[in-house]
């Protein structure tokens, strides 16, 4: 398995800066990182230069999205106390591990990732034969591996990337982690652990490596947590040990589904800038209010008095995702008794969007007010990424025989 249980309280996430979120970003990803925030040791950060390998030829549009997009999270109820929220770049180990990390890994593992050929062929007009788009997936490996996240929430199509994060973390543990001499510096890690544990440990590992049992291998990884007395690296040589490998430098993260979001946008298609059907996240009450009154309905109602199918209804959608199965039955039985009318029925709607909206607006409000605290807030998240990117990138150099000390 080649992981690292207390690795499994991280969690990271990212996002790319091209624009101001909707409401399908609110509950397809940041409605989950509210909650995941209050569960784990969270990192949330604004994924730059990821935008720049589509967006070299327009740099505007990042620089203006960051800080919008930080105060979207802010709003939505992101938590800067229990999250660390940071711009990546900001944080340079990231580039750093990508560069290392670039040196061993097979082109083709990053040609074969499917979405390479996918998103070359959507966007068409720019031209993404660039090394950066090769590259990117591997950038998101470097990523999640800075921060030895266990735990990664994606949506389905980005379930490959974590993949081959797994992969590469591999293939870094297998080609370092098996340094000189490992065998001796992990019997004399054992010593360390005192005499009851040390024996302890050797049950475990021999019952787990000669009869397979699974229960030793959760034992011993909680026995090794529990230990004080040992080093980080030590730790991690008796990691490996117990499973039989070298030491594990970059545990291999996990991804953490989030269901695909139903949120559909005003014309029933998924809600998606590129469809230009979407309700900002914080958009004026008055907008929302005239978007919503004006999206299409069932075109068999031309009247009122025509009865319609909500079947046939992009509203009816959105009835799934707002209304209450009183509300909801009262719409399906007006709409097919022609009892309602279209503006009577999306009323519920408007409501109970305006009631989502109410308090993100008003916290993005004293933001947007004020600049510095937003700046603080940042600042802040990228100390506290950086002192964990340090120490991850002080090992990977020195696994690799790169510390000249
Ligand atoms: N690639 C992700 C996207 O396009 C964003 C991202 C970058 C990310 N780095 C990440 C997500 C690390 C999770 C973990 O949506
Ligand atoms: Fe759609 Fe409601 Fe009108 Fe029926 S009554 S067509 S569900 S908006």
Redesign the pocket.
């Given at each position: 398995m080649n992981t690292v249980p207390s690795q499994h309280q991280r969690v990271?996430?990212?996002?790319?800066p091209t624009g101001k979120l909707h409401l399908g970003h609110y509950h397809g990803v940041l409605k989950n990182w509210v909650q995941l925030q209050h569960e784990y040791d969270c990192f949330f950060?604004v994924?730059d230069w990821?935008a720049l390998t589509t967006e070299y030829d327009n740099t505007g549009i990042i620089a203006n999205s960051v800080w919008d997009m930080v105060i979207d999270w802010l709003a939505a109820g992101v938590n800067p106390g229990s999250a660390k929220i940071f711009i990546?770049s900001q944080v340079p180990e990231h580039a750093e591990l990508h560069l290392l990390l670039s040196m061993m890994t097979p082109l083709g593992w990053l040609e074969r990732v499917p979405t390479y050929k996918d998103q070359q062929e959507k966007l068409k007009e720019k031209d993404l034969a660039t090394y950066g788009f090769l590259g990117?997936?591997l950038?998101?490996s470097a990523?999640?591996l800075t921060y030895k996240?266990g735990l990664?929430?994606?949506?389905e199509?980005?379930v490959v990337?974590?993949e081959l994060t797994r992969e590469i973390a591999r293939r870094f543990n297998h080609l370092y982690g098996r340094e000189p001499g490992f065998e001796e510096k992990a019997e004399a890690a054992v010593k360390k652990m005192g005499k009851k544990n040390a024996k302890l440990y050797k049950e475990l590992r021999k019952k787990y490596q000669e009869q397979g049992e699974d229960e030793a291998l959760k034992t011993a990884r909680a026995l090794l947590e529990s230990q004080q007395n040992i080093t980080l690296s030590d730790r991690e040589r008796l990691f490996g040990f117990l499973e039989g490998g070298g030491r594990i430098i970059l545990p291999e993260p996990q991804p953490l589904l989030t269901k695909a979001s139903k949120m559909p946008g005003l014309d029933g298609q998924k809600m998606s800038k590129s469809y230009g059907n979407t309700i900002g996240l914080r958009e004026v009450p008055a907008e929302v209010e005239k978007k919503l009154r004006t999206m299409p309905t069932d075109p068999a109602r031309v009247r009122k008095t025509d009865p319609g199918d909500p079947q046939n209804c992009p509203v009816w959608q959105l009835h799934e995702v707002y209304s209450t199965d009183e509300v909801k039955g009262w719409a399906q039985q007006g709409c097919r008794s022609a009892g309602i009318g279209c503006i009577d029925c999306k009323q519920p709607i408007i409501d109970e969007v305006l009631k989502e909206q109410a308090p993100m607006r008003e916290r993005a409000e004293e933001y947007t007010n004020n600049q510095n605290l937003v700046r603080s807030i940042i600042n802040e998240g990228a100390e506290q990424a950086r002192e964990v990117a340090r120490k991850t990138l002080e090992e990977v150099r020195q696994s690799m025989g790169l510390e000249y000390r």
């Open positions: 990271l996430s990212g996002m790319r950060f994924a990821h990546q990117y997936p950038l998101q990523d999640i996240s990664v929430p994606v949506g199509d980005q990337h974590i």
